[in-house]
């Protein structure tokens, strides 16, 4: 059952979602080498639309209601009935207000790029439109434009402002990310058309309506294959290390924290929700998949030399536990992942900031050509330290209850007989092992010894004031999760429940 509250209030969604892009084509009218200017600006828009967002969910949003909320609907294309239709409930609220915390951040973060600023800009902020709006949108042609939105903004930082290999990896990128989406259109259009004269994109429509058990589960494949290339879900990962290698830091920001999520909220939102009973039938698959992806990614980390790959696998290997989750079919399981998909986002793009504050400095990727950065840059090391710890899970951080509730929602999932939820659980606490090998290592060969204290070139500047304000803008976050996870659990416990009440088991 999808159900939706039906509210006639200020068109506060479509102002999120217009809002950054159409303010974002004014910069092209800011002089060439007005590069502060245009920082400004946009760092403007992005904390004037993140306040409105506050604003509006705080007073109009009622987090104990499981219905889309703050819905809006207007006729579009008059030819095939297609509607601007956005809406929002508990499953999506987190990660629009996650994406609009990165995005200020990762803006502000950008600030050493000085060549074609105006393009830059607005680049991050027609991400931000495209992201915020297919976390509101209840079209499903709708959501695959904003889906399609966000690839050329991603292959433009990317080719434009990465690193040597950036046109490789640019065009690794669209390859992926561009053919899976062919399956997004293709699962979006036979939905649309099944059992229909007129095509019907809302997901109300579609998630009131059964279909033949072939069908379902060929839809199933299609979103799922689209989905696992941005989560991503081996064998689909392989683009994610080289994008993360070559990009600048603040798209890396953006990648890890918001990018990633967006498959991971496809998943719930249409294969766990519109598809249950495909979903039924691939969950004890996916979950193999999981507890492999969290072992395996661990293990490709630790053999990293460079530091950005490094943390790009840790990403690989964190999302294992956000696809356990979704396909634990529990209620302690989905909240897992959706804390999860939050935690990560956080954890995630200030690990991506820190290493690119420090290539800024040290001008090296590599960890076996670092080390001594400790002695040199003290608040970098601190910042780096607590982090990476938050990242591994560390008690009174965030990552350590997404990753509990998920080890929870496991034991308690239902669908499973005992032995193989004791193999997950035992292949999971593996990966668990493995994540702090890796990220104390890479702690290890970055500030301890001696290398490049002994450099004859050994000053180096430490963390300024805004490095200091991004790193504690994110830890602060993390720290508050970790201490009262249950602010994010009252976003999604309703909704979770809803959608799980009339699921294949009951």
Known sequence: MYLVFTTNSFPWLTIFVVLPISAGSLIFVFPHKGNKVIRWYTIFICVLDLLLMTYAFSYYFQFDDPLIQLTESYKWIHFFDFYWRLGIDGLSLGPILLTGFITTLATLAARPITRDSRLFHFLMLAMYSGQIGLFSSQNLLLFFIMWELELIPVYLLLSMWGGKQRLYSATKFILYTAGS?????????????????????????????????????????????????????????????????EAHYSTCMLLAGILLKMGAYGLVRINMELLSHAHSIFSSWLIIVGAIQIIYGASASSGQKNLKKRIAYSSVSHMGFTIIGICSISDMGLNGAILQIISHGFIGAALFFLSGTSYDRIRLVYLDEMGGMATLMPKIFMMFSILSLASLALPGMSGFFAELVVFFGIITAQKYFLMPKILITFGTAVGTILTPIYLLSMLRQMFYGYKLFNATNSYFFDSGPRELFVSIAILLPVISIGIYPDFIFSLSVDKVEAILSNYFYS
């Not at 994109?201 to 072939?214: H, I, K, L």
């Not at 494949?221 to 989560?231: C, D, E, P, W, Y």
């Open 181 to 245: 989406s062919v399956f997004l259109l293709m699962g979006a259009l036979g939905i649309a058309l099944y059992a229909s004269n007129e095509p019907t994109f809302n997901f109300e429509t579609s998630a009131n309506q059964s279909y033949p058990v072939t069908l379902e589960i060929l839809f199933y494949i299609g979103f799922l294959i689209s989905f696992a290339v941005k989560s991503p879900i081996i064998p689909l990962h392989t683009w994610l290390p080289d994008t993360h290698g």
